[in-house]
């Protein structure tokens, strides 16, 4: 007997055109059990649980199971403040959800502290990864290995090694893969896009991504604490480092500490220079050379990403990037012709006429997803790629990764992009595939 994912993929090799439009489900109103995707979400933190509630508003999803390894925590908040996260939490905001519609036949959600037991649930098709960023590639490998679709966190992986062996897996099954940059599913985002495609400014010259400043004193209590109870830091801390447990390092501050995350620079190069990527054609491809300019470090110890940072690029053409705290949050683009400006909630071009709704600026055409949530489950029923695929996402921060290898030994760095190598420097290569994991952690 087929089971509902196998009948989902057979069905839409067989019945489903070449090209579907991203919202081709979004009418659906009412679907029946059999009918929707099961889900269940691996990290229901902050951002887990923001990505849980975007799934649970869609009628043909059904979340069955959530999984973390702390039970009831509140993120950043001190005490008992804000809205909980974790298992527990979850657990309740889904089973709740459920039972307020009448005539659920919802028989409840489990609760996992280890999300290979989730993958392992062969009722499961789909799953989130929105774990702390060290954790990305572990997950999802481990859930494509059990033959399910993925929605991942942005930067989609910590290492740049994870994002090379995680997009091969996906290509290599066939998967469907969507990357949390859901700028890519945002009107002023494809206008920006569209406008740069077409031509409009004329040969790109320069382009400027702004990413905010790293943080130069801690955001939480420093204190060496025993960790809670409700908390297992020991698979917490996974493949990374154990550092001595602390507030600060911890709920959403684990961003910017080395072990864990990459700082401001990665935790944004995966929006604002994806935008950039996608407009240049770059989607599958990057930069020739980086350099890492003007790198400054934190004042306090418990954090070592950089505090303020220029990544400088240039790109097949001629074309130099610039990407750091030294420009305008957002992306930039310089032509020949006049520029074009996209940030969230703002579009602005050096002809005011270029950024008008009516504005035709060519033949060319985004790929346009309404939402983002939304586009991934259309490709898991139609085995449609989604707008921020798993290459994508690893292409767009490759320049980080980079720019992380340059700083630490001082030089600019050729870089072939079809190859994927440091060109002529063995020792900046080496350290750029670098997996440096916490016994018993391996990728695969």
Request: aromatic share 10%.
């Amino acid at each position: 007997m087929k089971t509902r994912r196998q009948f989902i993929t057979s069905a839409a090799a067989v019945a489903a055109p070449s090209i579907l439009p991203g919202a081709i489900f979004a009418e659906v109103k009412k679907s029946a059990p059999s009918e929707r995707i099961t889900m269940g979400m691996i990290g229901v933190g902050g951002r887990g649980f923001a990505n849980m509630d975007a799934f649970l508003r869609l009628p043909d999803v059904q979340v069955v199971a959530v999984c973390d390894v702390d039970s009831l925590h509140y993120g950043k908040h001190e005490g008992r403040k804000g809205r909980a996260y974790g298992r527990d939490a979850a657990k309740a905001a889904v089973e709740g959800y459920y039972g307020k519609q009448k005539g659920s036949e919802f028989k409840g959600c489990d609760a996992y502290s280890d999300y290979r037991e989730l993958c392992a649930r062969e009722d499961i098709d789909a799953v989130l990864v929105a774990t702390p960023d060290n954790w990305h590639a572990l997950a999802a490998m481990e859930a494509l290995k059990h033959g399910k679709d993925v929605y991942c966190e942005k930067p989609i992986t910590h290492l740049f090694a994870e994002g090379q062996a995680l997009y091969r897996e996906v290509a290599a099954r066939k998967a469907i893969f969507q990357t949390g940059s859901q700028q890519r599913s945002t009107a002023n985002f494809h206008q920006a896009v569209e406008l740069i495609q077409n031509g409009v400014i004329g040969k790109v010259k320069r382009v400027e991504v702004g990413l905010p400043k790293g943080h130069n004193q801690p955001l939480a209590d420093t204190s060496n604490t025993t960790p809670p109870d409700h908390l297992d830091y020991n698979f917490w801390t996974g493949p990374s480092e154990m550092l001595p447990y602390m507030k600060a390092r911890s709920h959403w501050n684990w961003r910017w500490h080395l072990a864990y995350g990459g700082g401001q620079l990665m935790d944004w190069i995966g929006h604002h220079n994806d935008i950039n990527h996608w407009a240049l054609g770059m989607d599958k491809s990057g930069p020739q050379t980086v350099e890492a300019v003007g790198w400054t470090w934190p004042e306090t110890k418990v954090y070592n990403s950089p505090v303020d940072y220029e990544v400088r690029c240039t790109y097949a053409g001629g074309i130099e990037t610039s990407i750091g705290p030294v420009n305008a949050m957002g992306t930039k683009w310089i032509g020949e012709n006049g520029w074009v400006y996209v940030n969230r909630n703002q579009l602005e071009a050096s002809n005011p006429e270029w950024v008008k709704k009516e504005f035709n600026p060519g033949s060319k055409r985004a790929y346009k997803a309404p939402e983002h949530h939304r586009n991934f489950i259309d490709g898991v029923k139609t085995r449609t790629e989604c707008v921020a695929p798993a290459e994508t996402a690893h292409r767009s921060i490759t320049p980080g990764h980079i720019a992380y290898v340059s700083q630490a030994l001082g030089r600019k760095l050729k870089w072939d992009p079809a190859k994927e190598e440091v060109i002529g420097d063995a020792e900046a290569q080496k350290k750029l595939m670098a997996l440096p994991y916490r016994a018993p952690w391996k990728l695969g």
